[in-house]
């Protein structure tokens, strides 16, 4: 059984990369179990959206007087706080 800890490490690591098949079902289990862990998980993912659709937003806006240089470093930036 995972722990709490063990737990945050892979729901930032799917993030990222597939996890394997067994690691899934891991921490399928603990979420099952552990309302803290389910609420950790669930912020993770508004975070993750929340990202996307502010890098869309600020990259997509036509009216920002942005420089290209200026976009790239927030794209960058972006994409980088994502990990």
């Known amino acids: ?12 690591r799917r993030l990222d990369t ?3 098949l067994r690691e899934r079902i891991a921490l ?8 803290g862990c389910r609420s950790f998980a669930a912020q993770m993912r508004w975070l993750h959206r929340a990202t996307a659709e502010l890098e869309t937003r600020i990259l997509g806006n036509a009216s920002l007087k942005l420089s290209e240089p200026a976009r ?7 994409r980088d706080g994502r990990h």
């Open 1 to 12: 059984m995972m722990n709490c800890r063990e737990t945050s490490l892979l729901l930032s």
């Open 18 to 20: 597939p996890l394997s």
């Open 72 to 78: 790239t470093r927030i794209a960058r930036a972006l």
């Open 28 to 35: 399928r289990l603990h979420l099952m179990m552990c309302d």
